[in-house]
T-cell receptor, first 109, second 114 residues
Framework: QKEVEQNSGPLSVPEGAIASLNCTYS??????FFWYRQYSGKSPELIMS????GDKEDGRFTAQLNKASQYVSLLIRDSQPSDSATYLC?????????FGQGTRLTINP | DTGVSQNPRHKITKRGQNVTFRCDPI?????LYWYRQTLGQGPEFLTY????????KSRLLSDRFSAERPKGSFSTLEIQRTEQGDSAMYLC????????????FGPGTRLTVL
């Protein structure tokens, strides 16, 4: 079992709708997570981090962490074409990042 | 622009040649990481430094790969006798020593081995 698993997509969402991205993880010791966004041909950029069970909101983005079920999700409200990218999740550890394969999101105008 | 720079941005080489990439971190970041990313996959960890000390290397890092950070500032990643399977984006990321601090990625070096 991979340490971090994501549905590779592509996930297609109409503009203005809510995009929901999910990530499951195997290490019960993982306490918190990063969400990175990666545009095609570019490097990953951090958009959200979440440290505890529950929801964390930042603008149109909401990260949700459920440690009992070992999943973390990212919701994007009022999706815009500029949100079209690959979204990567990674446990926030003391050393290296271990990424899932990423979910490719396409927002259709 | 995160402040992490990488050079060159693109490199095309023939199989069997050696290549070297450079990463310049954000000045106060003493931890430096190298990742490799192939199409459709997330970045995979290769190695990391705390200051000039190389503290961990992935099993992915074959004997043909070597990384250095001689003065704890910039780092180089060298691949000897390149193979077509080495074609990938090589990403550098840096962070401070604070526990679980955010890693900031450079723009990457795209390597194509013909």
């Amino acid at each position: 079992q991979k340490e971090v698993e994501q549905n590779s997509g592509p996930l297609s969402v109409p503009e203005g709708a809510i995009a929901s991205l999910n990530c499951t993880y195997s290490d019960r010791g993982s306490q918190s997570f990063f969400w990175y966004r990666q545009y095609s041909g570019k490097s990953p950029e951090l958009i959200m981090s979440i440290y505890s069970n529950g929801d964390k909101e930042d603008g149109r983005f909401t990260a949700q962490l459920n440690k009992a079920s070992q999943y973390v999700s990212l919701l994007i409200r009022d999706s815009q074409p500029s949100d079209s990218a690959t979204y990567l999740c990674a446990p926030r550890g003391a050393q290296k990042l271990v990424f899932g394969q990423g979910t490719r999101l396409t927002i259709n105008p | 622009d995160t402040g992490v720079s990488q050079n060159p941005r693109h490199k095309i080489t023939k199989r069997g040649q050696n290549v070297t990439f450079r990463c310049d971190p954000i000045s106060e970041h003493n931890r430096l990481y190298w990742y490799r990313q192939t199409l459709g996959q997330g970045p995979e960890f290769l190695t990391y430094f705390q200051n000039e000390a190389q503290l961990e290397k992935s099993r992915l890092l074959s004997d043909r790969f070597s990384a250095e950070r001689p003065k704890g500032s910039f780092s180089t990643l060298e691949i000897q006798r390149t193979e077509q399977g080495d074609s990938a984006m090589y990403l550098c990321a840096t962070r401070t020593d604070m526990s679980a601090d955010t890693q900031y990625f450079g723009p990457g070096t795209r390597l194509t081995v013909l």
